[in-house]
């Protein structure tokens, strides 16, 4: 079994659980702010992957580091994965539960590439169509891009909208070269 797939079934228990205590979004941000504190502390995430250290030692070290800063659901989640050895999988499990909440939530996250920068209204217009479009609730991250020349390029689940003006044109040429290929 993979990582990703254990990871999900601690993540699932974690969710129900925080469902229960309505504290799901707290949690979330809390999962949020250790993944970022493992990607910015190579010593943290040596902490956390090494095996020899013990699992007594990791709960301490956990409980130092985050007892009154994290929800106590978090805490307990991370003694938890100490005490079972199971804390090898925090970087996976804080890498999916964002995921899972928006799944559990019909949330879908969507990145936006604009040629230029656009305003808030034009960002709410936009995130609005790609409500219509796919249906669901949209949490939309957006990017400059000066190559795409105008229009957008949308990324949301697998799919890939674009309405650029560089695939237009392309879109073009392509038209171009099969009608010169035709005659």
Known sequence: ?????????????????????????????????????????????????????????????????????????????LVYLCEKNRINLLYDITDDFASLVNEKQGVVLAKVKTAIEITDGEKKALTDKLRLFTGKEIQATYSVDPAIKGGFIASVDDKIIDASILRQLELLKEKFLMGSINN
Do not use: Q
Not at 27 to 42: N, T
Not at 51 to 60: L, N, Q, R
């Open 1 to 77: 079994m993979t990582n990703r797939k254990v990871a999900r079934k601690y993540n699932l228990a974690l969710y129900f659980t925080a469902l229960e205590r309505k504290s799901v979004e707290e949690v979330k941000r809390d999962l949020v702010d250790i993944k970022k504190s493992i990607e910015g502390s190579k010593e943290l995430s040596n902490f956390i992957l090494t095996p020899v250290i013990s699992a007594e030692k990791k709960t301490k070290v956990f409980e130092a580091m985050f007892s009154g800063k994290v929800n106590e659901l978090t805490l307990r989640f």
